[in-house]
């Protein structure tokens, strides 16, 4: 199965277009969009919701979330993977990123699976 994503609301919707960009059929939604969860949605929904739809979340909240991540995965759920956001990367290259995820990967090989993107940091 192709992998989906789920844009955090705190990363920009600039994010979701210049994906697009690369394939307009890459299947990418940012919480506040039509079908997915509305702007302010608790993490705990957020997880709940990641689980019942596959989809690959992608977030800089790395305050909150661990924690409810450790709760959801205490609860018996499951995710379909999780990539934290390198502050300060350019949306070109975290677009391309996923791309590449998209293009080179199965939505099954990211379950439970956690990660930073860009996944070579340039030091």
């Known amino acids: 199965m192709k992998v989906r994503f789920l ?11 210049a994906a697009l960009r ?5 299947d990418i939604l940012r919480v506040g969009d039509l079908n997915a ?3 302010g949605t608790l993490d705990a929904d957020i997880l709940r919701y990641l689980e019942l739809s596959q989809r690959l979340f992608i977030t800089d ?9 450790e709760a959801h995965w205490a609860n018996q759920g499951k995710i379909w993977g999780l990539l934290w956001v390198y502050p300060q990367t350019p949306i070109a290259e975290l ?3 996923l791309f590449v995820i998209w293009e080179k990967t199965e939505a099954e090989e990211w379950i439970y699976k956690l990660d930073w993107i860009p996944f070579k940091r340039k030091v």
């Open 7 to 17: 844009l955090d609301e705190n990363l920009t919707t600039r994010l979701k277009i």
């Open 22 to 26: 690369f394939n307009p059929e890459i």
């Open 37 to 39: 969860p509305p702007l």
């Open 61 to 69: 909240n790395r305050t909150s979330m661990p924690e409810h991540l």
């Open 95 to 97: 677009a391309e990123e």
